[in-house]
Structures are given as structure tokens and as C-alpha cells.
């Protein structure tokens, strides 16, 4: 079945530890974006990338960092840098150019700091 | 920038009432809108769209939404909530269909009693 797998689903990191958060999807989307969900604040989006090997910065990009060197895969990594990391972390793909209504979102990644 | 309102954090319901979500919208042109459900620990699931024509639109599971222009609202409505509906929901607004980026509302949690 086609779909967005999102690995693990929860993920704890110590201080001062880069973490990588795995999103892997095999819709052959084009897009593929990154949200982070806080209680009470709804979805903010991190980075996006609209084809492989590029990128662009969203709304909350600091102490963030992504790549897309596969169509298929759109890791991000969670660095030292960002204070406040615990969240629940959303990746999603669609078609570029296509109405979001064929946005897929994965089942998301709980990230907590020990 | 376009932002959305949804004013009520938590809502509870008996099964088979009515429902009502509320949701506002600020942006100068013609927005495009769009509701999700969220189930605990999972994605976000497209219950329906807005983006232009006909005001009233049917979505998936039973619900409709009204767009009115003149309340800059988007309000979610089901005539008979059922148990499993319990989740949350979030509204959001594009600047068009096909936007690499979705302004989401902060979320309505929903309940519903037996």
C-alpha cells in the first residue's frame, strides 16, 4: 500500500543531541513538507521541499536542519540548537502543483527531551 | 498573512447532537479552506474543502462546512455526532489550492458523551 511511514514514533533526546527523524514516502510526491504540532498551537511548518535537492525554510526553521537527496525520503534532524524540541512532529507529500486537498500526512513522531 | 481562528479550545457533545465548529479566517482575497481530523497520536485526515462556487460543501463522515464571506467564517457543522467522531479538528487557510504552505488553526478537541 502506498503511503507516508514516519520512524520512530517515539523518540527521546538527550541534551546537547542531534536527533533525526525519518519520513519516507512511496507516493512518488514530488513535495514533501515538515510541521510541528503544539498542544493548543495548532500546526507550524518547519522546512519543505518541492523537488530533490531543494529545499526552503518555513515558518520555524531555527535549530532545525533537512535534506532531500531522494524524491522518496525527506529526513529532519532536530540539532542542539533548538531549546524547545519536545513536540509532535508531522511529515506530509502531495504532488507539486496539485490542490492541498491531495496532501498525505504520516502518522508523526513524538519527540520528547530526557 | 492569512491567520485562522478557532475560538473554542474543547468542546463536548452527547452523541447524536447536532455539532458546530467555529472557524475565522483573515486574508484580503478569497481564501482557500479546509478542515481536518486528527485522531490521537495520528495524522491529519482531509474531511473536506473550500475553494470556490457553490458556499456550502459536503465532506467525508457527514460533514458539511458553510463559507460566508461577509463573517469571514468557515464553520464545520454534522447534524448527528457519533462516538467515534471524538478527535480533534483543525481548520486552515492556502492563499491558493495548490500553496506549499497551509495556515492552520490552533484545534478544536472534541468529545462526546454516550
Known amino acids: 500500500d502506498g503511503g507516508i511511514t514516519q520512524s520512530p514514533k517515539y523518540l527521546f533526546r538527550k541534551e546537547g543531541q542531534n536527533v533525526t527523524l525519518s519520513c519516507e514516502q512511496n507516493?512518488?510526491?514530488?513535495?514533501m513538507y515538515w510541521y510541528r504540532q503544539d498542544p493548543g498551537q495548532g500546526l507550524r511548518l518547519i522546512y519543505y521541499?518541492?523537488?530533490?535537492?531543494?529545499?526552503q525554510k518555513g515558518d520555524i526553521a531555527e535549530g532545525y536542519s533537512v535534506s532531500r537527496e531522494k524524491k522518496e525520503s525527506f529526513p529532519l534532524t532536530v540539532t542542539s540548537a533548538q531549546k524547545n524540541p519536545t513536540a509532535f512532529y508531522l511529515c506530509?507529500?502531495?504532488?507539486?502543483?496539485?490542490?492541498?486537498?491531495?496532501?498525505?500526512f504520516g502518522s508523526g513522531t513524538q519527540l520528547s527531551v530526557l | 498573512a492569512q491567520s485562522v481562528t478557532q475560538p473554542d479550545i474543547h468542546i463536548t457533545v452527547s452523541e447524536g447532537a447536532s455539532l458546530e465548529l467555529r472557524c475565522n479566517y483573515s486574508?484580503?482575497?478569497?481564501?482557500?479552506l479546509f478542515w481536518y481530523v486528527q485522531s490521537p497520536g495520528q495524522g491529519l485526515q482531509l474531511l473536506l474543502k473550500?475553494?470556490?462556487?457553490?458556499?456550502l460543501v459536503q465532506g467525508i463522515k457527514g460533514f458539511e462546512a458553510e463559507f460566508k464571506r461577509s463573517q469571514s467564517s468557515f464553520n464545520l457543522r454534522k447534524p448527528s455526532v457519533h462516538w467515534s467522531d471524538a478527535a480533534e479538528y483543525f481548520c486552515?487557510?492556502?492563499?491558493?489550492?495548490?500553496?506549499?504552505?497551509?495556515?492552520f488553526g490552533t484545534g478544536t478537541r472534541l468529545q462526546v458523551t454516550l
Open positions: 486574508y484580503g482575497a478569497t481564501p482557500y
Open positions: 507516493l512518488n510526491h514530488d513535495a
Open positions: 521541499s518541492q523537488i530533490v535537492n531543494d529545499f
Open positions: 486552515a487557510v492556502g492563499v491558493t489550492g495548490t500553496a506549499s504552505k497551509l495556515t
Open positions: 473550500y475553494f470556490s462556487g457553490d458556499t
Open positions: 506530509a507529500s502531495k504532488i507539486q502543483g496539485t490542490t492541498n486537498e491531495k496532501l498525505f
